[in-house]
């Protein structure tokens, strides 16, 4: 169905990248607010971006309150716009698809052509600037661990590894209690660089397994990436990798400078010299390195220090997959008495 008239009214930018940009606005009929990410189809990467994104959030079945929710996605051309469906025979959405394949525009480049992803709106900004805003919380840590693992573990039960697990990449959601405090939410989100595992092999009626779907592009952020995703041949381990990086950091209040917006992110790494260099590209170079868990005395109890050493090994074969993970950070989390944050 194509329709020339707006369902959404824009209110105002929230966030802007070389992707595509962001808009906090609200439904037309209910006024209801929502995210909307509003992404130009002017080059095949943004394309494939945007299609990849697109395909791992239409392929979730179920909503996970920790999982950013995708309400519809609407292509636009010139003035007429029509939702986008997974396996659509539209020409409009073929014509995207031709061009994530092909690597070059398949359609009119005169025409204006916009992907707009309509999606859960979260009003607390993303984890680095929520937490790097606020003092160390040893009640905030146990909480976002338990809702990182949960998370992980939904994705990777739906086939789905992100492969640019980042607190950028991770929004806040500010609801309140019924005793009217805040209680912030974990929603991970941007899923460009995802990617959606199939059955294959011998039985393909088989559900596919993302720790036994291996890929080959390298791809994501630098100090979050496992070595393995170095060399270009890894599976959603390197997600436990990520996840490993960000609850290090996170505990410990790790933080670098990125040297581009020079801004302060959270994440964990090794200092040789005067040079910070990530945790994948050191443990590539050298895998029998003892990283530093922790790095403060007291900051964490024995089992989360094990935990962080299996989760951040450099042989994938030794870190936990997201079930287990999350099972065991929900025992931590139970017994966690001792931090002293």
């Known amino acids: 169905m194509v329709s020339s008239q707006p369902k959404y009214e824009l209110i105002q930018e929230v966030g802007r990248g070389s992707y595509g940009v962001v808009y906090e606005a609200v439904v037309k009929r ?27 959030l239409s392929s979730i079945q179920s909503q996970h309150p920790n999982v950013i929710h995708l309400e519809e ?108 405090s805040p209680e912030p939410t ?43 995703v170095w060399e270009g041949h890894y599976t959603a381990k390197a997600d436990i990798f990520a996840l490993g990086v960000i609850i290090w950091a996170m505990v410990e209040r790790i933080t670098f400078v990125d040297v581009e917006t020079q801004k302060e992110l959270l994440g964990s790494y090794v200092q040789q010299g005067s040079e910070i260099v990530p945790l ?24 989360m220090k094990q935990l962080l050493r299996e989760m951040l090994s450099a042989n994938p074969q030794e870190r936990p997959d997201a079930v287990e993970l999350e099972l065991r950070l929900i025992r931590i989390a139970c017994r966690e008495l001792d931090w002293d944050m």
Request: proline share 6%; aromatic share 8%; hydrophobic share 40%.
């Open 186 to 228: 974990l929603k991970v989100a941007d899923f460009g660089l995802s990617k959606v595992c199939s059955a294959s092999g011998l039985n393909p009626e088989e559900p596919a397994s993302v720790n036994k779907c291996f890929l080959s592009t390298a791809c994501g952020t630098d100090f979050y990436m496992a070595p393995e």
């Open 73 to 180: 996605c609407i292509l636009q051309r010139d003035q007429l716009a029509q939702r986008m469906s997974h396996g659509s025979s539209s020409p409009l959405y073929l014509e995207l698809v031709e061009t994530s394949l092909k690597g070059e525009i398949t359609f009119d480049p005169c025409c204006a052509s916009y992907l707009w992803f309509v999606m859960d709106f979260c009003d607390g900004g993303d984890m680095n600037a929520y937490l790097l805003s606020r003092k160390p919380s040893r009640k905030t840590n146990t909480s976002f661990m338990l809702q990182l693992g949960s998370a992980l573990a939904f994705l990777h039960r739906n086939q789905i590894i992100h492969r640019d697990l980042k607190p950028d990449n991770i929004l806040i959601s500010q609801a309140c209690t019924p005793a009217g």
């Open 30 to 56: 209910t006024r209801a607010r929502v995210a909307v990410k509003k992404i130009r189809c002017h080059s095949p990467e943004n394309v494939e971006l945007a299609l990849r994104e697109f395909w791992a």
């Open 280 to 303: 994948g590209e050191a443990l590539l170079e050298n895998p029998k390195m003892e990283l530093p868990i922790p790095a403060r005395k007291k900051s964490m109890n024995s089992r």
